[in-house]
């Protein structure tokens, strides 16, 4: 690439192999834009950008001891030479998957799917999968430079399909907002985000924008079972799939399952197709299966395809990460809303031979509505609830958990980090009893005021485990 191209009365040749604004992800002969966010300046980051080996800079900032460019509006720039450089994302067949919970889990499973049948890419929560590769990213849906280059490679590796994750704080940051979309799926709505959206209508509304991003003959898929499955489908001009266990064209019956494997019967339309077979859990995971079949069987894609891909070894990482030790049972996963909670303790209850031991936080400076609702669903469905430090961030974690338990008419646990949390717990449990820990999921820090430490749910857990000398049968 070079910039003459885009400033076409340039004298000087300026050549560039790709365009980042993450410092982190620069290789050598890159263009890098550092431009200010809410949460960082990029020009923090310029000496990071260039140690890696960028070969040329765009800021606000005059550089004169570096070949670069001042822009009093950098990010407007960058947005203008992704535009102009990067062309692969039009030749994809993409899908946008949104909703409260269920999203990585669903994208998941489409993008197992496509990648049996074809060559797909995923970009979400997890970050970007392609072949294999793996890319970490901050964010679910990441930044622009972030999307235009991973689906630019993605079309030079002939790849057909990419799924992509879309958050409704990402839809306002209008991160992949440029893109048109072959499909839209809608997994489910719950308590998240207001202290940004201030009303669930607001949030919907907000994801809602993405129909306003679909091709002409784009499909939507929409969960029937949610209560705002008549709303959404009043905003939809283009053909509606529905899915569900109580309602919807792709229908789950005769549920089935343990800790290690989920079955169903797949009907579509009242006719049954076949059995599935998935070693997921529980039944808020029928909803995610049945939406990725939704969509991959409207594209055309046989079912034996589908049904084989579903039976290999599928694994999300930081969801309903499960095993048994000395005859108990441990748990760690991502959620983070009352649904989620409630989706997979009520899925727990079936199974449960002792009691349900759950711990949880909540993250400073997110939305507080959503905390005493946290605490009565986690009190409701289980024995014991042990309160705890979740990324409080700058905010007092005291104040996080008045508001955790202000609706909790239980009994309960407080401990200040963590680690004592999942130490309280081992100390109190029995054989057979159930202990899931909510909350960071595959996450490897905990950010406390201006600090952050080293922490991994899963990792302290096996620790504390092995260090009171339980049997780490199936624990590495």
């Known amino acids: 690439m ?6 076409n009365k340039w004298k000087i040749s300026i050549s560039f192999n790709n365009i980042k604004d993450d410092s982190r992800l620069v290789k ?3 263009l890098f834009v550092a431009w200010r966010g809410k949460n960082h300046n990029g020009e923090s980051y310029i000496a990071d950008a260039i140690s890696s080996g960028a070969s040329f800079i765009i800021s606000s900032r005059h550089l004169d001891s570096y070949p670069s460019l001042y822009s009093s509006e950098p990010k407007r ?15 994809l067949k993409k899908i946008a998957v949104t909703g409260t919970d269920g999203k990585t889990t669903t994208s998941t499973l489409i993008h197992k799917i496509l ?39 993605a079309y030079l590796n002939n790849i057909k399909f990419a799924v992509i994750e879309m958050s409704s704080e990402g839809i306002l940051d209008n991160r992949g907002t440029f893109l048109s979309f072959d499909a839209f799926l809608f997994t489910n709505l719950s ?3 207001l202290n940004t959206h201030k009303t669930m209508k607001s949030y919907l509304d907000c ?25 959404i489908i009043s905003k939809i001009r283009h053909r509606i799939i529905s899915y569900g266990i109580n309602n919807g064209d792709y229908k789950a019956k005769n549920i089935r399952y343990d800790f290690y494997h989920l079955e169903f019967d797949l009907y579509y339309k009242n006719i049954l197709l076949d059995q599935i077979n998935i070693n997921l859990f529980g039944n808020y995971n029928v909803y995610n299966t049945l939406g990725a079949i939704a969509y991959t069987y409207e594209l055309g894609i046989p079912l034996n395809i589908i049904k084989n891909a579903l039976a290999n070894n599928i694994h999300i990482d930081g969801r309903f990460e499960y095993f048994n030790s000395y005859n108990r049972h441990f748990i760690v996963d991502f959620g983070h809303t009352p649904q989620a909670f409630k989706s997979l303790l009520l899925s727990l209850v079936p199974l449960k031979e002792g009691k349900i031991f759950t711990i949880f936080g909540a993250q400073g400076g997110k939305d507080r509505k959503k905390r005493p609702l946290m605490g ?11 309160l705890t430090s979740e990324d409080p961030k700058n905010e007092s974690l005291f104040s996080i958990i008045k508001d955790l338990s202000s609706k909790i008419r239980t009994d309960y646990y407080i401990t200040l980090s963590r680690h004592e949390a ?24 905990e950010v406390i005021k201006n600090y952050t430490f080293k922490h991994n749910d899963m990792l302290c857990l096996k620790t504390l485990i092995n260090s009171q000398g339980f049997l780490s049968k199936g624990v590495n």
């Open 2 to 7: 070079n910039l003459n191209d885009y400033f």
């Open 28 to 30: 050598p002969g890159d």
């Open 77 to 91: 720039l960058l947005e203008s030479l992704l535009h102009f450089y990067y062309h692969g994302h039009e030749h």
């Open 115 to 153: 990648d049996t049948f074809s060559k797909s890419i995923l970009i979400g929560t997890n970050g970007i999968y392609y072949s294999n590769t793996h890319i970490n990213t901050s964010n679910t849906t990441p930044s622009n430079a972030i999307i235009y280059n991973t689906l630019e490679e």
């Open 191 to 193: 308590n998240e985000h």
């Open 207 to 231: 994801k809602l924008k993405l129909l306003n991003l679909l091709s002409n003959d784009a499909i939507c898929i929409i969960n029937e079972d949610s209560k705002y499955y008549n709303y």
């Open 376 to 386: 009565l669903v986690a009190s409701t469905y289980s024995d014991v609830v042990i």
């Open 422 to 445: 999942i130490a309280l717990a081992l100390s109190l449990m029995k054989e057979k009893d159930i202990l899931i820990i909510f909350g960071k999921g595959n996450e490897n820090i």
